[in-house]
């Protein structure tokens, strides 16, 4: 069973407010991905990391979203101004290298009103 | 572009049907594949994977055979139960890119 928390579950926020949501990858896990997951069930990849660096990144990531992934803290995902099109399942998942098992936490569900 | 396309949208079965789900993948090298599943208010999770031409996965009772020739990895289970109503994804990496590609999920419905 997959040991990645994500925090918090729910996130409600109005639009042009910002969202912020945090990933605690497995132990020993270097590399850390985010995905946004729509209502249709789809992934869409936002970014990822090793250890504290950007792997790669989408565009969309670059103009609204950041995430960083310091060292001895939880990663995190924030988006700056939330528009009611970022509602979706933010998914995290770690693992030993960028093209091993992925393991994922539970998400969390924001809700941009 | 790597690609992963598999039975789209709602499969419907009764309980002790045979399920298929197909899945096939567009690659350049020689891919990773695994299936996942995704039970509701949860994260995906690990069925299994295969890493080679005619490898068998299994796990659960569901199983998929890697078949690089006709780049297929098709889920499959004799005998489903009520407990496996989820949403089912292929996903493949591959050696040297540090990402995954998912296909777009298939929602299992087993009705007792």
């Known amino acids: 069973n997959s040991k990645v928390i994500q925090t918090p579950r729910y996130l409600v926020k109005g639009q042009g407010q910002k969202a912020k949501m945090r990933c605690i990858p497995e132990?020993?896990?270097?590399?850390v991905f985010w995905y946004q997951q729509n209502k249709n069930n789809e992934f869409k990849f936002l970014i990822n990391?090793?250890?504290?660096?950007?792997?790669?990144q989408i565009d969309m990531t670059e103009k609204r979203f950041s995430a960083e992934c310091p060292s001895n803290s939880p990663c995190s995902l924030e988006i700056q101004s939330s528009e009611a099109g970022d509602s979706a399942l933010y998914l995290c998942?770690?693992?030993?290298?960028?093209?091993?098992?992925?393991?994922f936490g539970p998400g969390t569900r924001l809700l941009v009103l | 572009g790597d690609s992963v396309t598999q039975t789209e949208g709602q499969v419907a079965l009764s309980e002790e049907d045979f399920l298929t789900i197909h899945c096939n993948y567009s690659?350049?090298?020689?891919?990773?594949l695994f299936w996942y599943v995704q039970y509701p208010g949860e994260g995906p999770q690990l069925l299994f994977r295969?890493?080679?031409?005619?490898e068998k996965g299994s796990s659960r009772g569901f199983e998929a055979t890697y078949d690089k020739g006709t780049t297929s990895f098709h889920l499959r289970k004799a005998s489903v139960q009520e407990s496996d109503s989820a949403v089912y994804y292929c996903a493949l990496s591959e050696p040297g890119y540090q990402n995954f590609y998912f296909g777009k999920g298939t929602s299992l419905t087993v009705i007792p």
């Open positions: 132990k020993g896990h270097p590399v």
């Open positions: 295969a890493s080679r031409d005619k």
């Open positions: 690659a350049s090298g020689y891919p990773t």
């Open positions: 990391f090793q250890n504290q660096e950007v792997l790669q």
């Open positions: 998942a770690s693992s030993l290298q960028g093209r091993d098992t992925q393991y």
